[in-house]
């Protein structure tokens, strides 16, 4: 089964930082592209971030400045560093990563993670 593993959600207060994780270690070989989509309640999901496999970056405008993305590529791994967080941050973090290769070699067009829900609020 493949599957994205996401980490690091919780409850913070508005001007605090918080650390996402994801990794697809234990069931994919390798993806494309990799990134980060939140969900507010009541709202459509929308881009947070994304990292091509060469470090290319792409920020959604309400969280460039303040959020950061990275990949490790050895571990199927993405990271999501939010800082100065606000309260309209509040929102469900999803995971997601696209031309996946399964570790038996089956394809997958696009995976997505759980969510992790990260609360900003004081």
């Known amino acids: 089964q493949v599957q994205l593993v996401e980490s690091g959600g919780g409850l913070v207060q508005p001007g605090g930082s918080l650390r996402l994780s994801c990794t697809g270690a234990?069931?994919?070989?390798?993806?494309?592209?990799m990134g980060w989509y939140r969900q507010a309640p009541g709202k459509q999901r929308e881009l947070v971030a994304t990292?091509?496999?060469?470090?290319?970056?792409n920020y959604a405008d309400s969280v460039k400045g303040r959020f950061t993305i990275a990949r490790d590529n050895t571990y199927i791994a993405v990271y999501l560093e939010m800082g100065s967080l606000k309260a309209e941050d509040t929102a469900v973090y999803y995971c997601?990563?696209?031309?996946?290769?399964?570790?038996?070699?089956?394809?997958?067009?696009?995976?997505w993670g759980q969510g992790t829900l990260v609360t900003v609020s004081s």
């Open positions: 997601n990563a696209d031309d996946v290769v399964h570790y038996t070699g089956h394809y997958y067009r696009e995976v």
């Open positions: 234990g069931s994919i070989r390798r993806t494309g592209s």
């Open positions: 990292i091509t496999t060469d470090g290319t970056t």
